[in-house]
């Protein structure tokens, strides 16, 4: 096994190298004072996440309010810090503790409540990679982050989501096959850096405008997700991937 870092800010490092992926990433640094001012700054929203963790743990939305002052939402709660010295202690300590910073997508909304993608990649050995399913996952009321189990969200199928979301009158074949373009594209990309891997769950998102993103790429995702889409063959299908097994 290779000793490469497996963080969130190592897999976006070798995605960026790809100039297709790079319209399909946020802007993500790691993150310092100097950092979250520059991309506060740029686009008036930013998320805070730990490099190393998963499932939504320590995420956090900054958002500048115009006058100076910040709010952050951190799960369900909300806080506000008047102006820049007074978020400052706050931002070196999250500096201190392995975080990132990436600029905020205006994910996509359904019922208002935002969603994003679960993809799931998948390889036998030596063979190509393949799309084995997607899902989207909601929010729950209140919630910035989509994790179900945090949020009290729910999983619904891709189509069902983007026919309640502001991209209902766009052409839903078309986004769902740029979808799985750019996953395939992310798993060619990542693929060779970790050469172990055989499935990957990517998390991705749709803006308002159906422009397709990258949020980030795990090597053990929950397959039981899946479990949660009326239809089941999709999370048998991908665990048979994951057991190894050749489909018949």
């Given at each position: 096994?290779s000793s490469l870092s497996t963080s969130k800010w190592s897999k976006h490092k070798i995605l960026r190298r ?231």
């Amino acid at each position: 096994m290779s000793s490469l870092s497996t963080s969130k800010w190592s897999k976006h490092k070798i995605l960026r190298r790809s100039k297709r992926l790079q319209a399909h990433l946020p802007e993500t640094e790691w993150l310092s004072e100097n950092s979250f001012m520059r991309l506060i700054t740029k686009y008036g929203q930013v998320i805070i996440k730990p490099t190393g963790s998963y499932g939504g743990n320590g995420v956090i939305q900054v958002k500048s309010s115009g006058n100076s002052s910040y709010e952050v939402q951190d799960g369900s709660k909300t806080r506000t810090y008047t102006d820049h010295s007074a978020i400052t202690p706050f931002i070196k300590k999250k500096a201190n503790n392995n975080n990132i910073v990436q600029q905020r997508i205006p994910l996509a909304t359904k019922q208002g409540r935002p969603f994003d993608l679960r993809v799931m990649v998948q390889r036998h050995t030596k063979s190509e990679w393949q799309v084995t399913g997607m899902l989207a996952k909601v929010a729950g009321k209140g919630y910035i982050i989509t994790n179900i189990r945090r949020s009290g969200g729910r999983v619904v199928t891709v189509e069902k989501a983007i026919q309640g979301s502001e991209l209902q009158d766009m052409q839903t074949s078309a986004l769902l096959a740029e979808l799985r373009s750019v996953a395939l594209q992310t798993a060619n990309q990542i693929g060779p850096s970790y050469r172990w891997v055989k499935t990957m769950g990517i998390d991705m998102a749709f803006d308002k405008q159906g422009h397709v993103w990258i949020i980030e790429v795990n090597f053990a995702p929950m397959l039981e997700l899946f479990l949660k889409l009326p239809n089941k063959s999709t999370f048998h299908k991908i665990k048979s991937f994951h057991a190894g097994r050749k489909q018949t």
